[in-house]
């Protein structure tokens, strides 16, 4: 592998402008002047260094990206869009192992370097979405690394034989589990999280919860998932997506559950979409809580629109979070980057010697600037390869 030298660009929260060796996949040197020796070198002179995008929340599996245009045909309500989706993705060919390439390819060329999928799994498609992205995964591998969760989509309890499917999945080497609003959907909050933490207790998995149940409900379903996550020593491997009841209540109670979701090691991931409810960001970041950020569905059949780029969705993030200070715009690059990685439990994640070569150059200044311009990448490395230049 040839080593590769990034001249002069600007490391995100470095002080002054570096050079950053590239050897064996990852960062060897950061420093100024570094000598080039045989490494080919690469001008990125004054341009934003960032480590890998991360995608912390999206749904391949579902995606009609690289296909016709199908227009929206859900009504407005999250149960019309359950039964739309089940109703309507045998006829459209999903999943589709094509489609999940052409969009797992248009992310990587974004700078996305990992991904974590929710992936449906019922007793109505069994394992082939898991199969599906598996498949597309595996062939992409060299660009962009891809975590699966098994997803209840169509719910868990309410939906007999989807509990063993989800443990199928598990056995087969899925490295995260799923849930959705153990209250609303799943109508038993207890049983429904106690099923979900024993089966990730059991195989070693991560767990990453979809909750779009509000106000004092969800703020009650985040105690319980807190109070699991801590009993079973899961701190750090445990993600709460969505989290649409943190930015509905009142400030005190948000002080309280912020406190309990670091104190226990519970992430939050959030994709910021449409008018549904945002987080907290701040306060969450400056209570030690790790905020992760994704696009949720991307073309599906639950709605058309979704981009594949990261700093795109970090606009979003910080636009939707009224952040104007460049300080607070980097929370949403923060959250597109380290939080992320965070969430997702990578090693050797980020900018320093010894961190894993997965790079990404943009054509600015300052971080602030990347997420509001979002403009083409410049340069794109995936484990010290170049994908794009
Ligand atoms: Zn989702």
Request: glycine share 20%.
């Given at each position: 592998m040839t080593d590769i030298l990034l001249r002069g660009g600007r490391p995100w929260r470095l002080l002054a402008p570096a050079d950053l060796l590239v050897r064996d996949g990852v960062i060897a040197r950061v420093g100024q002047?570094?000598?080039?020796?045989?490494a080919r070198v690469v001008d990125v002179s004054g341009r934003l260094v960032l480590p890998g995008l991360v995608?912390?929340?999206?749904h391949l599996d579902k995606t009609l990206y690289g296909g016709a245009w199908v227009p929206h045909s859900a009504d407005d309500t999250l149960t019309g869009r359950m039964s739309n989706d089940l109703g309507r993705r045998a006829e459209l060919g999903v999943p589709s192992v094509e489609r999940i390439t052409a969009l797992l390819e248009r992310m990587s060329s974004f700078g996305t370097t990992h991904v974590r999928t929710h992936t449906d799994i019922d007793p109505?498609?069994?394992?082939r979405g898991v199969e599906a992205v598996g498949e597309a995964a595996a062939a992409l591998s060299d660009r962009v690394s891809v975590q699966q969760v098994a997803f209840p989509q169509h719910g868990?309890?309410?939906?007999?034989?989807t509990a063993e499917l989800l443990e199928e999945a598990l056995k087969s080497g899925v490295e995260a589990i799923g849930g959705i609003?153990?209250?609303?959907?799943?109508?038993?909050p207890v049983r429904h999280l106690d099923t979900v933490f024993e089966l990730a207790s059991r195989y070693g998995a991560a767990v990453d919860i979809h909750l779009h149940d509000g106000g004092t409900l969800g703020a009650w379903e985040l105690e319980l998932i807190i109070e699991r996550t801590a009993a079973l020593g899961l701190g750090g491997r445990v993600t709460v997506s969505h989290a649409y009841a943190l930015g509905q209540i009142d400030g005190a109670h948000q002080d309280r559950l912020a406190k309990g979701l670091a104190e226990a090691g519970v992430a939050v991931a959030t994709a910021?979409?449409?008018?549904f409810p945002v987080p907290p960001v701040r306060k969450l970041r400056e209570a030690g809580v790790t905020v992760a950020c994704g696009?949720?569905?991307?073309?599906?059949l639950w709605g058309p629109?979704?981009?594949?780029?990261m700093l795109e969705r970090a606009m979003h993030l910080a636009y939707r979070s009224t952040f104007r200070a460049d300080a607070d715009i980097e929370l949403a690059l923060e959250a597109a980057t380290y939080g992320g990685a965070r969430a997702l439990g990578?090693?050797?994640?980020?900018?320093?010697?010894?961190?894993?070569?997965d790079l990404v150059v943009v054509p600015v200044g300052g971080a602030a600037e990347a997420v509001v311009?979002?403009?083409?990448?410049?340069l794109v490395m995936k484990r010290g390869v170049l994908l794009s230049a």
């Open positions: 002047g570094l000598d080039a020796g045989g995608e912390a929340h999206c109505a498609v069994g394992l868990l309890l309410t939906n007999p034989g609003d153990p209250a609303g959907i799943d109508r038993d910021a979409v449409y008018s696009h949720d569905g991307i073309r599906d629109y979704g981009s594949g780029d990578l090693p050797g994640y980020g900018l320093s010697v010894g961190d894993q070569a311009t979002h403009p083409p990448r410049s």
